[in-house]
């Protein structure tokens, strides 16, 4: 006999535990998730953890503040003093050159504001009082966003499952979801390797592996796999938390930092990345050329990493849309299933508040926020999610 549950959630990343996590929070019933590996194994743990409500698509922007208000209180949310998200606040600098980009970079800083995110513009002479390490030159525009910060996916991830396992959710890890059972056009349950699950209603938040529900459904997701590497570098004087997160518009590939290890400085791009078809989260072989030209672009931002040490490297995978927005609520045809993919490198950062809103749609409550904006038809519909930023991670 298969067993039976209210909701099924697919993946156990930091939205598919968050979706768990919220469903116990709004009295689901009999909640289970199924993860093929462990909980935060995959792209999540691939994630660098950057927090900011910085956006210029204003529904990116609203997610992004209600988030980095559940990870502010993410103890009093969890229901436990000892719950964390390891969450460091340490701001947000974007800057940019003349141009597209600062009036860009003005156009979203305005916006926060209008919605009660504490953001501002600011000179070079904040800038350099909050980042003395920065090279200033060639830059118009300076956006600051004081609550902005990092945490730790895993840790996010963990909370939100453990949370959800002590409300009475079934957390299956190890488990594969081979296929969904159906009834007509009505999603019934899972196939698993464990056996078959009936289920009301399923949430898949699958990533990269998303594809798999054009096998399962026959809708066609308009959803790419790109990877992303991450760099860390070091000199002699320790780069620390003290140091504000920079997004820095003005390089070829949108660089980002922070610091890592206490030390260290970690370096991203914010670019579309490199195509591929695979959902291995190996670290991929970076070319030297491409870590000798990130650390020239970050030399020119911060001088004192002229003489830098390349320390490591890791390669993560972003799930992709046209737009580099995400794809949020149900499938077209396809009932009692909501889906979160195409999270474009967002996922992590509004996971509290998709993993929520997401919870709402499966159990047919109204959402907090509305996700009409990530509907599956705006690109059959010619209405992208474009922000003033373009393509690439920023939005």
């Known amino acids: 006999m298969s067993k039976s549950y209210d909701v099924a959630v697919i993946g156990g990343g930091a939205i598919g535990t968050a979706v768990a996590f919220h469903l116990t929070r709004l009295g689901a019933g009999r ?11 995959g792209t999540t743990a691939q994630s660098s953890g950057l927090l900011r409500a910085h956006y210029s698509v204003p529904a990116n922007m609203a997610l992004a503040k209600a988030s980095l208000e559940m990870f502010e209180g993410f103890g009093e949310m969890i229901g436990d003093e000892e719950a964390s998200a390891g969450f460091i606040r340490c701001g947000y600098i974007i800057v940019a050159p003349e141009g597209e980009s600062s009036q860009a970079v003005r156009g979203a800083i305005a916006h926060q504001a209008g919605i009660g995110i504490e953001a501002r513009l600011i000179d070079r002479a904040e800038a350099l009082e909050l980042h003395p390490w920065l090279n200033l030159d060639d830059i118009d525009a300076i956006g ?11 840790l996010t991830a963990s909370w939100f499952a453990r949370a959800a396992k002590r409300a009475g959710a079934d957390i299956r890890q190890g488990v594969s979801v081979e296929g969904l059972l ?31 529900l054009t096998r399962w459904t026959g809708v066609t997701l308009p959803m790419s796999i790109t990877r992303h590497d991450v760099l860390a570098f070091e000199v002699d004087e320790p780069y620390t938390p003290r140091f504000p997160i920079l997004k820095d518009l003005a390089s070829p590939s949108l660089l980002y930092t922070r610091s890592t290890s206490g030390s260290q400085i970690l370096v991203g791009t914010g670019d579309e990345g490199v195509e ?34 390349f320390v ?84």
Request: proline share 8%; net charge negative.
């Open 31 to 41: 909640v289970a998730l199924f993860e093929r590996q462990q909980i935060a194994n």
């Open 182 to 212: 159906m009834d007509g056009n009505r999603v019934t349950g899972l196939k698993t390797s464990e056996g078959d699950v009936q289920a009301g209603a399923v949430v898949a938040a699958m990533n990269v592996w998303s594809h798999d």
């Open 144 to 154: 600051y966003e004081p609550g902005a910060g990092f945490a730790d996916p895993y």
């Open 276 to 309: 591929t078809d695979s959902t291995e989260t190996v670290d991929a072989d970076i070319p030297l050329d491409w870590i000798v030209e990130q650390g020239e672009a970050l030399a020119h931002r911060m001088p004192k990493f002229e003489e830098a040490r």
């Open 312 to 395: 490591t490297s890791w390669s993560g995978l972003y799930d992709t849309t046209p737009d580099w927005n995400p794809v949020l609520g149900p499938l077209p045809g396809i009932e009692g299933l909501n889906v979160a993919f195409g999270l474009s490198g967002h996922g992590f950062k509004l996971s509290p508040m998709i993993g929520r809103l997401l919870a709402q749609a499966a159990l047919g409550l109204p959402t907090d926020q509305p996700l009409e904006p990530y509907r599956f038809s705006r690109f059959a519909e010619g209405q992208p999610l474009r922000g003033t930023y373009g393509a690439g991670a920023v939005s």
